[in-house]
Every structure is written in structure tokens, then in C-alpha cells.
């Protein structure tokens, strides 16, 4: 497996447990496969719409048994932008989309294994929403380290503002869902940056809170962030 695309894989999930303050239950690392890999694990692969992501967490319950099939699959061309644009060497408008992919996949993952093991139901829209929250944390954090820097209004124009080719309506709302959120918090942020210990503190609380609680919490945040 590509050395470049583990490395980034392994920050990032490193990232997103150090926010969130939990141990990885397991690696995304673990559960890279390639499309021809799906192709012979699961049948008619070819069919289910995460087959033309460009990147996406599989699950199969393996035709009703108790075993279920998880797997991490990133397209080749997500993998060959990271591999010869490291974000962790300069986060860019070039490398940016690719790097936005492996981190809502990554989101995905923990956020999919985390709630399982603690039986909480997990809907899409959360999924997603988590997905773009990710994203912008790690962004802005690594941006950060790079410039000194959050450019947390430069981050939420490209990932949030600029016109995007969106997959549906639940990947939309959780998109404006995360934008309305930072925006909220930069109204309150005087300097915003994401490691803000009110925002990570909120963050936390309600990274595996039920869906309801969560997103109520999110939208309408009564507690100062900043």
C-alpha cells in the first residue's frame, strides 16, 4: 500500500483522537483496499454509489451472517495527489480537495466505529456533518503549524462557500450544517483558531452524544466558544 497515503491516513486519525480526546479502536490503515479488492469482495461492487466516490467507508453484513465487512477505499487519483503533494509538508489550494477526502472518510470511520461500540444509532446526516466538521479542524490545525495561522475564513470559503459538485441533499445540509456552525464561532472568536478551548471543549462533549441532543446543540450553541 502507498507509503505517502498510510502516513497521511495515521496523522489524521492521530488528529481527530487528540481533538476528540478517545484511544482509535482500531486503524484505517487496516482497512485500505482497491477497487479491484471490492470488485471480488463484494458482489455487483460496481453498482453501490461509493463506488464513484472518490473516497468511501464500505459496509457489507456479508448477506445477513454476524460478520460484517468494513473496508476504506480511496480512488487513484485522490491517492496520487497526496503522493506527490504531501499536505503535511504544505497544505495548498492543489492539494486541498485530496487532503478534504481522506480526512471525511477517516471522520467516518472512527466516528462509525466509536458509536457502534457504544450502540448509539448513527444516522447519515451526522455522519456527514461530522465529515465537514473534520475537515475543517484538521485544516485549520495544520494550517496552523505551517503559517502560524488557522485562515479559518479562507478555509470555510473552499470548503463550505465555493461552489461544489454536492452528491445529495443529506451531503448539502451537512455541509451548511458545518458552515453555520464556524461562522457562529467566528462572531465570537477574537483570534479564531480551532484549538480554541471552548470550541474543542463543545466539540467533545457532543462528539458521541445522540443524534438529536447533538444537532440541536450544534446549531443553536448557547455556551460561549471562544
Same mark, same amino acid.
Given at each position: 500500500?502507498?507509503?505517502?497515503?498510510?502516513?497521511?491516513?495515521?496523522?489524521?486519525?492521530?488528529? =481527530? $483522537?487528540?481533538?476528540?480526546?478517545?484511544?482509535?479502536? $482500531?486503524?484505517?490503515?487496516?482497512?485500505?483496499?482497491?477497487?479491484?479488492?471490492?470488485?471480488?469482495?463484494? $458482489?455487483?461492487?460496481?453498482?453501490?454509489?461509493?463506488?464513484?466516490?472518490?473516497?468511501?467507508? *464500505?459496509?457489507?453484513?456479508?448477506?445477513?451472517?454476524?460478520?460484517?465487512?468494513?473496508?476504506?477505499?480511496?480512488?487513484?487519483?485522490?491517492?496520487? &495527489?497526496?503522493?506527490?503533494?504531501?499536505? *503535511?509538508?504544505?497544505?495548498?489550494?492543489?492539494?486541498?480537495?485530496?487532503?478534504?477526502?481522506?480526512?471525511?472518510?477517516?471522520?467516518?470511520?472512527?466516528?462509525?466505529?466509536?458509536?457502534?461500540? #457504544?450502540? =448509539?444509532?448513527?444516522? #447519515?446526516?451526522?455522519?456527514?456533518? @461530522?465529515?465537514?466538521?473534520?475537515?475543517?479542524?484538521?485544516? $485549520?490545525?495544520?494550517?496552523? #503549524? /505551517?503559517?502560524?495561522?488557522?485562515?479559518?475564513?479562507?478555509?470555510?470559503?473552499?470548503?463550505?462557500?465555493?461552489?461544489?459538485?454536492? &452528491?445529495?441533499?443529506?451531503?448539502?445540509? &451537512?455541509?451548511?450544517?458545518?458552515?453555520?456552525?464556524?461562522?457562529?464561532?467566528?462572531?465570537?472568536?477574537?483570534?479564531?483558531?480551532?484549538?480554541?478551548?471552548?470550541?474543542? &471543549?463543545?466539540?467533545? /462533549?457532543?462528539?458521541?452524544?445522540? *443524534? @438529536?441532543?447533538?444537532?440541536?446543540?450544534?446549531?443553536?450553541?448557547? /455556551?460561549?466558544?471562544?
Amino acid at each position: 500500500m502507498n507509503t505517502s497515503l498510510l502516513q497521511n491516513i495515521t496523522r489524521i486519525e492521530q488528529g =481527530i $483522537a487528540s481533538y476528540y480526546g478517545f484511544e482509535c479502536l $482500531a486503524s484505517a490503515c487496516d482497512y485500505l483496499v482497491t477497487r479491484e479488492q471490492l470488485r471480488a469482495t463484494i $458482489a455487483a461492487a460496481e453498482s453501490y454509489p461509493e463506488w464513484h466516490a472518490a473516497g468511501a467507508v *464500505w459496509l457489507d453484513d456479508r448477506h445477513g451472517t454476524e460478520e460484517i465487512f468494513i473496508a476504506v477505499c480511496f480512488d487513484t487519483r485522490i491517492v496520487q &495527489a497526496i503522493t506527490s503533494s504531501d499536505p *503535511w509538508q504544505c497544505l495548498t489550494n492543489i492539494n486541498l480537495n485530496s487532503f478534504c477526502v481522506l480526512i471525511e472518510e477517516i471522520s467516518h470511520f472512527h466516528l462509525l466505529l466509536n458509536k457502534t461500540a #457504544r450502540d =448509539i444509532a448513527l444516522p #447519515r446526516l451526522e455522519l456527514e456533518l @461530522q465529515g465537514e466538521i473534520d475537515k475543517i479542524i484538521i485544516c $485549520a490545525d495544520l494550517l496552523y #503549524r /505551517q503559517t502560524g495561522s488557522c485562515h479559518l475564513p479562507s478555509l470555510l470559503q473552499k470548503i463550505c462557500d465555493e461552489p461544489h459538485t454536492l &452528491a445529495d441533499d443529506i451531503y448539502a445540509r &451537512a455541509n451548511d450544517h458545518a458552515a453555520t456552525f464556524f461562522y457562529r464561532f467566528l462572531q465570537q472568536a477574537t483570534p479564531a483558531h480551532t484549538r480554541s478551548r471552548g470550541l474543542q &471543549a463543545f466539540l467533545r /462533549q457532543n462528539y458521541l452524544r445522540p *443524534w @438529536q441532543e447533538k444537532v440541536g446543540k450544534l446549531l443553536n450553541p448557547l /455556551q460561549n466558544l471562544n
